[in-house]
């Protein structure tokens, strides 16, 4: 693309999505020279790292943090800006079994996790150190996670610890989730975690900022109803009009995307319009003092909770970032069709609260200054065995459509370290595009 070309000159490209994965590909364009329009739902950017307002600093609806091999949403903190705002604690990891709260953190922990006995303990933490070790996820593929923790680290270690972390975060997909997922949890996990300090928002609004001083449009609360394509043009209708680019970027859920597009053909979508996902539902609480003592992040192993964990955010970042309030997720996984998402907030409320008490027997409901009850669809793919065989292209058939979203981040699911990286690469291939050396990208497999 010329430097010398006019406004009108310019290619134009139109992203729908105001998430990282959005947000970075705009940026990569604005820096090739295009004119661009960011069209997102919601009043705020963020998508599933959308926040609000405690106590001064800006928190996550669904709670976040990164990996120390997470380089590459490093690296775009740091290009904005805010690389001095990135820190790294080491909070706590715990498990609820058997009524007792176990450190989980370390190798020296597994070793005492006495629920488990010591051969099992030893087949645990040896296990987990292969897959520590293990670069190529290729060689667990064509097997579930639960027949191989069963195989080699034993039934017993699947029975107490895996199993029914699997059962609450998949439900009844839980023995037919992919091995390589197993993987990528355990293998890309570091035991300090990165924060933005004053919530990631400041990240994507840094991004926003920056697109808008390079003349970017961002359109706020602008719903799409259709994409259409034809004669070497992308039309998007939407809740504020009819919007026509040189080429289009989709962001969102592969599901959405084929509700949305107009002309796709059957065999495209018998490919790539399938699996399953679970919606996200958090309750967070502020509290006027601390609920587990010191722990980060406690994983529920015991039956009949009605979220998979707590999470006492101010155990990781300081509570004086939130005008001295104690915030706590209480976190969920499940069918979008499950009764948790269409019951009241205060039925909701009602029920987390009491399950508090085999948390913490000391907790009380006076403790709760204000509570909050999110809610987001498309948020946990289901990745089983044949998931990574129905990953579409980045390159869609329609003409100068380019999509791209969590599903395609294999073996990974989410996180927002996979979304900039795969914000790089079809930028990259959508700009090719646009200079004549188009090509059909495979995703992140």
Request: aromatic share 12%; glycine share 10%; proline share 5%.
């Amino acid at each position: 693309m010329p430097e010398t070309a006019s406004a009108d000159e310019r290619p134009s490209i139109g992203v729908i999505g105001g998430g990282i994965l959005g947000l970075t590909a705009a940026l990569r364009f604005v820096q090739a020279g295009a004119r661009v329009q960011v069209i997102e739902r919601e009043e705020r950017v963020g998508g599933l790292v959308t926040s609000f307002e405690v106590g001064g600093s800006h928190l996550e609806r669904f709670y976040h943090h990164l990996f120390r091999s997470d380089r590459d949403v490093q690296a775009l903190i740091a290009e904005v800006g805010l690389a001095d705002a990135l820190v790294w604690p080491r909070p706590d990891t715990s498990v609820l079994y058997g009524g007792q709260i176990y450190g989980l953190d370390s190798p020296l922990d597994v070793l005492r996790f006495t629920p488990l006995g010591i051969l099992d303990r030893i087949r645990l933490a040896a296990c987990l150190a292969y897959l520590k070790i293990e670069n190529n996820y290729h060689r667990l593929e064509g097997q579930t996670a639960a027949d191989w923790i069963r195989r080699w680290m034993g039934s017993g270690v699947y029975q107490v610890l895996w199993g029914p972390l699997l059962r609450s975060k998949f439900g009844a997909y839980a023995e037919q989730i992919a091995m390589p997922w197993f993987w990528s949890r355990v293998h890309l996990r570091s035991s300090r975690l990165g924060y933005v300090r004053g919530g990631f928002y400041r990240l994507y609004a840094r991004l926003a900022e920056v697109l808008a001083a390079q003349g970017a449009r961002i359109s706020l609360g602008t719903e799409v109803r259709a994409i259409r394509s034809g004669d070497g043009q992308v039309e998007v209708e939407t809740s504020q009009g009819t919007e026509v680019f040189d080429r289009l970027l989709v962001t969102v859920p592969t599901r959405l995307f084929m509700r949305l597009a107009e002309g796709l053909p059957d065999d495209y979508r018998a490919d790539y319009d399938r699996g399953d996902f679970y919606g996200a539902h958090s309750v967070i609480l502020e509290l006027n003092r601390s609920l587990l003592n010191g722990i980060y992040w406690l994983n529920v192993n015991d039956p009949g909770f009605p979220f998979l964990a707590v999470v006492e955010h101010t155990n990781y970042m300081p509570a004086a970032d939130y005008d001295g309030l104690h915030v706590v997720y209480l976190g969920n996984y499940l069918p979008m069709s499950d009764p948790l998402f269409q019951e009241a907030d205060a039925i909701v409320l009602e029920r987390f609260l009491g399950a508090l008490k085999w948390v913490n027997p000391e907790f009380d409901t006076s403790w709760v200054v204000k509570s909050h009850v999110f809610k987001a669809p498309y948020a946990q793919p289901i990745v089983t065995i044949d998931y990574h065989r129905h990953i579409p292209p980045h390159q869609t058939p329609l003409p100068g459509v380019y999509l791209a979203n969590m599903f395609q981040v294999y073996p990974q699911d989410r996180g927002q370290n996979y979304s900039v990286r795969m914000a790089n690469q079809v930028a990259k291939d959508v700009l090719d595009g646009l200079t004549g050396t188009d090509r059909t990208s495979a995703g992140s497999i």
